[in-house]
Structure formats: C-alpha cells, structure tokens
C-alpha cells in the first residue's frame, strides 16, 4: 500500500512538472524554444542548478514515455508554426503529386488527413471539391478557414485526432495523407479508411520515409521497410507507387528546406 501511495504522489508530481513546462513552451516567441531558457526560468523560479538540472533530465523521459505528452508538444509547435508569417519549414503551395492526381478526377467529396493550415485542401476546393479536413492543430484550422474566406472557396474543418475522426462508410471519393504521421501501414487503420472510401475511390500518399541508405534522426519503423506501402495497401488496386528522392513539401531538420533531398514514398491506389 505505502509503495503505491508513493507511486501515485511521484505520477502526480510528474504530471505537475510537465504541466509547467508545457505552459511554459506555450509562452515562448517563435516557432519553438531551447531547454537552456526553461532552465534560467526554473533557477530564477527558486530551483538550485542542480535541481534545475535533475528537472530538466526529466522532461524528456517524460516526452517519450507518455503519447499524450508528445501529442501536447507536437501541438503546441504546429500552433505556432501555422500562424508563423515567416516560416521556412514548409511549402505554402499545393502538393505536387495531389495536383497531378486530381487533373482529370471528376470532384467528389475529399478528406484531408492532419490538413494544417489547408494548403492542399483550399486548391481542392478551388477546383469544385468538397473538401473536409482534420487535424490536432485548432490554429492551423484557424488558418485555412480564413485562408478559404479570403479565395471565396468553402471547406469543412474539424479537430481530432487520427484516432478519434469519424471517417463513416462509404462516404469519401479521395483520401489523402500528405506529410502525415497517421498509422498508414496499421491494418486496422487501413480499413477504416477502406470502408470510409466509395467504391472506386482513392487514397493518396506523400511523406518523407527513413533512408535506407543515410538514416534520418528517427528510429526505423514498419512502414519504412521496401514496398511497406505497396503490402500494406494489397487490398486496393495499386494505381502508382514511387520510392524516391528529392526536396520534401516540409523540413524536420535544421537544415534549409530546398537544400536538403528526402526519401519521399507515393502511392496511389483505388478501392475496388
């Protein structure tokens, strides 16, 4: 009983030390912040160097041992990112390979996976598409939809995450994962989005993968693996797929984004 009263006070101190920190990282100008500044705020908070060190220690631990805990942060950074006017990470334009793909579709009703600030969704939208986008980022959403207003074009946003959305059945002619995180090699995540698809209707994918031969700063996954995609997806009819290299739609490094070649994977496929 005492180790678990024990246990339970550390949890909720924990939780307290990585509350403060998040509201902290929410109060920093920019787009992101350095750990060195939280720790001047702690030691002039009260905390000796050493415990600002120990707190600072456990941060990270606390980042990857608690999904929630990413998910906060990463939401907290794509906030302020979208409403950035002078951001550098990503390309305000349209997706190459989605603006090739829709050319000759006829418009149906479109679902943006984790939309941002609706880039991709607001040229859907300007050619006839009824777009819906979801994402974690109520600021990004914030963004398209006055970005929508100012183009006169109309688009539906909604906040969730990848696991909570409603994608119904039978209900999508285009599914798109540009640049996502979403689970695109979970089976159980891909019939969902089969079922939600009509017949006939397509998933489109692109986003930057571990290299193979010069491994990014992320550890390898499933979907990294050659023709992951392509396994995955069996159930639908392979339309294109394409494993390549070349200047990525966003930067995750330091690194300038045009200067800087990714391993990108595309894929194409239709629901029979």
Request: glycine residues 6%.
């Amino acid at each position: 009983m005492l180790l678990s009263s024990l246990a339970l006070a550390q949890g909720q101190d924990n939780e307290k030390i990585w509350r403060d920190f998040v509201d902290w990282a929410k109060t920093q100008p920019g787009t992101g912040f350095k750990l060195e500044d939280y720790r001047v705020k702690l030691i002039d908070g009260g905390l000796t160097a050493a415990q600002a060190d120990e707190r600072l220690a456990l941060i990270p631990k606390l980042y990857q041992e608690s999904p929630s805990h990413r998910e906060q942060l990463s939401k907290i950074g794509f906030n302020k990112l979208y409403r950035a006017s002078n951001q550098t990470r990503f390309t305000p334009e349209a997706n190459a390979f989605l603006v090739s793909t829709i050319q000759n579709l006829k418009p149906g009703r479109a679902l943006d996976i984790a939309m941002g600030q609706g880039r991709n969704a607001l040229y859907l939208a300007s050619k006839g598409w009824d777009v819906t986008g979801f994402d974690i980022a109520e600021e990004g959403l914030k963004v398209a939809a006055e970005n929508a207003a100012k183009a006169g074009v109309r688009i539906n946003t909604v906040v969730s995450r990848f696991e909570d959305f409603d994608y119904g059945k039978e209900r999508w002619d285009l599914i798109y994962f540009v640049y996502t995180d979403a689970p695109i090699v979970d089976a159980k995540y891909i019939a969902r989005i089969y079922a939600a698809l009509k017949p006939g209707g397509l998933v489109l994918i692109d986003r930057p993968f571990r290299s193979l031969t010069n491994p990014e700063p992320w550890p390898e996954t499933e979907q990294d693996k050659v023709n992951a995609l392509t396994k995955a997806w069996s159930d639908f009819q392979i339309v294109f797929y394409e494993d390549t290299t070349g200047i990525g739609d966003w930067q995750q490094t330091s690194a300038p984004r045009l200067e800087y070649k990714l391993r990108i994977v595309r894929l194409l496929a239709r629901k029979l």
